[in-house]
């Protein structure tokens, strides 16, 4: 995420700021919960109280981050799904403006 917020309010990633000067982005993770602690826990993403979950929630920061899943799945692009996804690769404007130079 470039920003804090999406989906009408959803703040999954409470401290990322899309001005800050490093031009980092964050990828948030939700995992090793069950559909009833996820489904109690989920409205905690309204209020930023979700990544108090430590052992469940987990936020990483970067200027370049690639993700490979162990199988194919379907991701949430800019409000677009986009289906069979193995990897996928994020960088931020900064660094790309650096491997250009």
């Keep these: 995420m470039n920003g804090r917020f999406f989906g009408g309010g959803m703040m999954p990633t409470p401290d990322q700021d ?3 000067p ?3 982005v964050s990828l948030f993770v939700w995992h090793s919960t069950g ?3 996820t489904l109690m826990n989920f409205p905690k993403i309204f209020t930023g109280e979700h990544i108090k979950l430590k052992t469940n929630c987990e936020v990483f920061k970067g200027k370049n981050i690639f993700v490979e899943f162990d199988r194919p799945c379907a991701l949430q692009i ?3 799904t986009v289906l ?3 990897n996928y690769k994020v960088e931020s404007a900064l660094s790309k403006e650096k491997v250009n130079v």
């Design 78 to 80: 800019d409000g677009e």
């Design 84 to 86: 069979n996804v193995k």
């Design 22 to 24: 490093d031009r980092t």
């Design 18 to 20: 899309r001005l800050n």
């Design 35 to 37: 559909k009833i602690k």
